[in-house]
């Protein structure tokens, strides 16, 4: 079964930056598109980033260059690096994989929380 853990979130203050790390195991996912998605209190869950196995990478549009994701196909992790966090990026972000460069997967991480003071 797939298992995918987050880490690096936190409380940020506007302008900052913070990096999300996610570890998978559980399965092969170095042929996978791997990927990050966010839920803000009382919104949709939207996709922020994904990532192909080599290096294809699609970004939400509200992302703006202020963000990148990476990933490491021999440790299967996939990160995040935020930077110029604005308060309107506070959410739950979510690990995901066995998706599209464009929509989610089946597999969840459990979220890691990201707060972005004014």
């Known amino acids: 079964q797939v298992q995918l853990v987050e880490s690096g979130g936190g409380l940020v203050p506007s302008g900052g930056s913070l990096r999300l790390s996610c570890a998978a195991s559980g399965g092969v996912f170095k042929f996978g598109v791997m990927g990050w998605y966010r839920q803000a209190p009382g919104g949709e869950r939207e996709l922020v980033a994904t990532i192909l196995p080599f290096g294809k990478k699609n970004f939400g549009e509200f992302v703006k260059g202020r963000f990148d994701i990476s990933r490491d196909n021999t440790k299967n992790t996939v990160d995040l690096q935020m930077n110029n966090l604005e308060p309107e990026d506070t959410a739950v972000y979510y690990c995901?994989?066995?998706?599209?460069?464009?929509?989610?997967?089946?597999?969840w991480g459990q979220g890691t929380r990201v707060t972005v003071s004014a």
């Open positions: 995901n994989t066995g998706g599209t460069l464009y929509s989610p997967g089946s597999s």
